[in-house]
């Protein structure tokens, strides 16, 4: 049974590019969470999907989008990449309506130069 | 203020110590509280979930004061292995985000 899959692990982009993160969630999980963590921090959320909707988002700015798709997959998507974009970025799947726990992948480290 | 403030850290401490982590919540609405534990470069992982009635998993306790806002983790005949970030997290009555804090970095030394 697959934990949670992220892609790539790493990836170094430039100021002003736009990036594509992939989250493939745990086998059964229907729900899909991104985080930001930066270096000595702990995990911002971004936002959430579910039934291939944002459903929650937290705070940041309309730069980073995402989508879900029909196999709950999901990606996250970041425009006009700043410097301070630079962290590793989390997926967490869950399951809808239920207080369970979030699993998370492995993270992609971003390194914006 | 942060939602969710930790003791900063880092904490070292030699193999069989005991060390506690303490943690505050601002948003009194929260219904679920967690205690993650990161190793470096990796992802968080679930080490306890927090009753109001307070747990214990092994050598591992947690406790909840809701009238205070209080979380807090005692680890007790600290081993190597147990040297990792523990991060305090609160779950709000509806929305279905983490809220994390920053994390403690604990060190346990041979």
């Known amino acids: 049974d697959a934990g949670v899959t992220q892609s790539p692990t790493h990836l170094i982009k430039t100021r002003g590019q736009q990036v594509t993160l992939r989250c493939s969630p745990k086998?059964?999980?229907?729900?899909v969470s991104w985080y930001q963590q930066a270096l000595g921090q702990g995990p911002q959320f971004i936002f959430q999907?579910?039934?291939?909707?944002?459903?929650q988002r937290g705070n940041f700015p309309d730069r980073f989008s995402g989508h879900q798709f029909p196999n709950y997959s999901s990606e996250l998507n970041v425009n006009a990449l700043l410097l301070g974009d630079s962290a590793l970025y989390l997926c967490?799947?869950?399951?809808?309506?239920?207080?369970?726990?979030?699993?998370f992948g492995q993270g992609t480290r971003l390194t914006v130069v | 203020r942060k939602e969710v403030e930790q003791d900063p850290g880092p904490f070292n401490v030699p193999e069989g110590a005991t060390v506690a982590f303490n943690c505050t919540y601002s948003?009194?609405?929260?219904?679920?509280f967690f205690w993650y534990r990161q190793d470096c470069r990796k992802e968080p992982k679930l080490l306890m979930s927090v009753y109001s009635s307070g747990n214990e998993d092994g050598r591992f306790t947690a406790q909840l004061n809701r009238a205070s806002q209080y979380i807090s983790l005692l680890i007790r005949d600290s081993k190597l292995s147990d040297s990792a970030t523990y991060l305090c997290v609160v779950n709000g009555r509806t929305a279905r985000q983490l809220t994390f804090g920053s994390g403690t970095q604990l060190t346990v030394l041979p």
């Open positions: 948003n009194s609405a929260s219904q679920s």
């Open positions: 086998s059964g999980h229907d729900t």
């Open positions: 999907y579910y039934e291939e909707e944002e459903r």
């Open positions: 967490a799947s869950s399951l809808w309506g239920l207080d369970t726990e979030a699993f």
